[in-house]
C-alpha cells in the first residue's frame, strides 16, 4: 500500500511563501511522475505541478514564475516552494504520484492565503 503524506500547509498573508511536503513510502523511483493537485470550494481538482521520474517538470500556467516544485530522491520527498501565494492559491493541495497500476494521492493539506 503506497502512502503520501503531506506536511507544509497553513495560514499565511498575500505576497507569502510556503513549502509543502510530501514524503512517499517507497521510492520516487517507482513512480513514472509525482507532483501537487489542488482543489478550492466550489471548484474542479486543477493540476499544479508535476515532476516525472526523469527529472522534468511542468506547471499551471496560473503559478509559473511564483511556484516550484522539486524532489529529494534519497529522502523519498517531493516539494512545492509557494512564493507571492495570492488569495486564488487558496486551497486543498493533494501530493500525487502514478505508477504503471494506478494513481495514488495523499491526504491533503490546506492553504490559505488571506489578510
Known amino acids: 500500500q503506497v502512502q503520501l503524506v503531506e506536511s507544509g500547509g497553513g495560514l499565511v498573508q498575500p505576497g507569502g511563501s510556503l513549502r509543502l511536503s510530501c514524503a512517499a513510502s517507497?521510492?520516487?523511483?517507482?513512480?513514472?511522475?509525482m507532483g501537487w493537485y489542488r482543489q478550492a470550494p466550489g471548484t474542479q481538482r486543477e493540476l499544479v505541478a508535476i515532476?516525472?521520474?526523469?527529472?522534468?517538470?511542468n506547471l499551471a500556467d496560473s503559478v509559473k514564475g511564483r511556484f516550484t516544485v522539486s524532489r529529494d530522491i534519497a529522502k523519498n520527498m517531493v516539494y512545492l516552494q509557494m512564493n507571492s501565494l495570492k488569495p486564488d492559491d487558496t486551497a486543498v493541495y493533494s501530493c500525487?504520484?502514478?505508477?504503471?497500476?494506478?494513481?495514488?494521492w495523499g491526504q491533503g493539506t490546506q492553504v490559505t492565503v488571506s489578510s
Open positions: 500525487y504520484a502514478r505508477d504503471t497500476i494506478r494513481n495514488y
Open positions: 517507497r521510492s520516487i523511483f517507482s513512480f513514472s511522475a
Open positions: 515532476v516525472t521520474s526523469g527529472g522534468g517538470t
